[in-house]
DNA sequence: TCGATAGTTAAATAAACATTGAACATAAGG
DNA sequence: CCTTATGTTCAATGTTTATTTAACTATCGA
């Protein structure tokens, strides 16, 4: 029935939170690929990011985003579309996502990070 | 015996790891009053950290920072001096450290980072 | 050689974490 | 209305984590 998720206000994104948050593989995978998409939209739905693990755990990790302020959630219909808070998180943290993005975009391999471009299913 | 302890290579230094390793408000803290100090002298001692934890606690938390690359231990008599391998992050994560460390110092109070400065004891 | 100092190791514990599967809720579209 | 597609919730699992206490090792200096 809730419209509306829950999230921090700027103020209360907390610096061990969002660290915490980007040192999971999964998760830093998912604010990588929210930031690789950006230019083409700034919005992905949970679906987006099914690669990444099973659909309840993925939940689990868009909740501790959310929480720790790394993302925003709207909800709409069916679909809950997220965007990073850029904005907040330079506000905040000047330089620091845009140095995690660098420093993973280096490493993307080695991360398993690289976007599998919606490879064809076969079914 | 063991006069030097393992550190890991500078390409060995993996992303997830620093991120979490700097997650911890202990860790947290200890990079960042090694950072302060630094122009100082680039090395302090486990003893120099007694007021964020407990000594073994303390060791605990060295060895999690050596592990990850974070920072070089070096054994001299019954001391252990360390210092921050910022030149190796640098050139793995340009710029991540930096960000990390001014994040944290806007933050310094509510993460209790503030440096006690060697309180007068009142025994 | 003795004692103090610096730090490690080991074992125990409680809490937090990531992952899974099954059941559920909600909205869109025929 | 019924079905399908999206995504959530809940409980269970096994793992990792931070912390503490106590016992230990090793070095320095008197």
Do not use: W
């Amino acid at each position: 029935m809730s419209r509306t998720l829950p999230h921090p206000t700027r103020e209360q994104i907390e610096l061990p939170l969002v660290l915490d948050c980007l040192s999971d593989p999964t998760r830093l995978a998912i604010v990588y690929q929210l930031a690789q998409q950006e230019r083409v939209s700034s919005e992905l739905c949970c679906g987006d990011f099914n690669g990444l693990a099973g659909k309840s755990n993925l939940t689990y990790h868009f909740a501790k985003l959310r929480d720790c302020g790394l993302m925003q959630t709207r909800v709409a219909g069916t679909n809950r579309f997220m965007r990073l808070r850029r904005e907040d998180l330079e506000a905040r943290f000047p330089g620091l996502l845009d140095a995690v993005l660098k420093s993973a975009a280096k490493d993307a391999e080695r991360l398993q990070l690289v976007a599998e471009c919606d490879v064809v299913e076969t079914d």
